[in-house]
């Protein structure tokens, strides 16, 4: 049979295929290798019943080729999966179309150890440390469940500081200073005792001197002023009487300004707005008074003050200590 030679691995093909059958590449049928049809004599392969012969010789005789296939014997063939041409069995690849005759799988390089360095091999070790103490741990702590003893921890105590806070309220009066200071057991101590004395001067004297009452009611710690509630004579003929406070001027401790009020002509108690802030005391000064007036035949030159009432709170916060536990 005919031959040539693959041009990509060298092996010798048929000259009537198209693909190499060792390595499947493409035969050129323009190629140089192939042999011209004007040859007369044909190479004949020793593989199969096939005998050298030229065209210009009769081909043998049927029983020579008879004989000849006989004694070779039948040729097994590989169909090829693509295009279902018969192959050799030595084929590798497709003589028709250059497909890949036996599909085998491919070998897979084994799967790279993992390399674990200096520091996770550490790691390990120590994760693997702490792993055995805690189940000893555990295993202590059941053995010596039973005898363990409860043992209670109490925090240390923390004071805490609790700012009172604490309503206007009437302010103690440590002690007051009038002027003058009064007449007989009506004296300016009366202002703040609680009891139905009150107190008196001699208002037309003063008034001839054109004089003024000053009353000073001195506190035990510095206060917050926010009211003053004044007292007359709650006995309505007494009071009319009697001379009663009229103009005031109002001054602290820390004040910027004295303060003037006017006084309502009633009995008994009414309220004055004053705010002080910080205030050791406090100062009142009667600068006129209502005229006193016959009653039942009777008038009187005093000018009487029943009590005076300062209302505020301490200036410095209360505070309460208490122990966290």
Not at 160 to 188: K, Y
Request: net charge negative; charged share 20%; glycine share 8%.
């Amino acid at each position: 049979m005919v031959s040539q030679v693959c041009e990509h691995c060298g092996a010798r093909v048929a000259a009537d295929e198209q693909f190499c059958p060792e390595c499947g590449g493409f035969i050129d049928p323009m190629s140089p290798s192939r042999p011209s049809r004007g040859s007369n004599v044909i190479s004949v392969t020793s593989d199969g019943p096939y005998e050298e012969f030229s065209l210009g010789s009769e081909p043998p005789p049927e029983a020579s080729r008879r004989e000849a296939v006989t004694r070779t014997g039948p040729t097994r063939t590989i169909p090829c999966p693509s295009c279902g041409a018969e192959n050799p069995p030595q084929n590798r690849h497709c003589q028709e179309c250059g497909a890949r005759l036996q599909q085998g799988p491919l070998p897979t390089a084994p799967r790279p150890a993992v390399q674990a360095t200096a520091g996770v091999r550490a790691a390990l070790g120590i994760s693997g440390l702490l792993f055995l103490v805690i189940l000893i741990a555990l295993f202590f702590n059941l053995i010596n469940g039973g005898d363990a003893v409860a043992t209670e921890t109490t925090a240390d105590a923390t004071p805490t500081s609790v700012v009172e806070a604490v309503e206007p309220a009437p302010i103690p009066i440590l002690t007051a200073q009038c002027t003058p200071e009064g007449i007989g057991a009506f004296s300016c101590s009366n202002l703040y005792s609680g009891t139905e004395a009150e107190y008196q001067v001699d208002w037309e004297e003063l008034e001839a001197a054109e004089q003024s009452v000053t009353i000073r009611l001195l506190f035990s710690e510095p206060m917050i002023v926010t009211q003053i509630v004044w007292g007359n004579i709650s006995d309505d003929i007494r009071f009319h009487q009697n001379f009663r406070a009229r103009g005031l001027t109002i001054n602290a401790q820390g004040s910027l300004s004295p303060v003037i009020e006017e006084l309502e002509d009633l009995p008994g108690k009414q309220n004055v707005n004053y705010a002080a802030l910080n205030a050791n005391w406090i100062e009142i000064t009667v600068e006129s008074a209502y005229r006193a007036e016959v009653v039942n035949e009777n008038v009187f030159g005093e000018l009487a003050i029943d009590e005076i009432t300062v209302i505020g709170r301490p200036a410095n916060p209360v505070t309460n200590t208490t122990t966290g536990g």
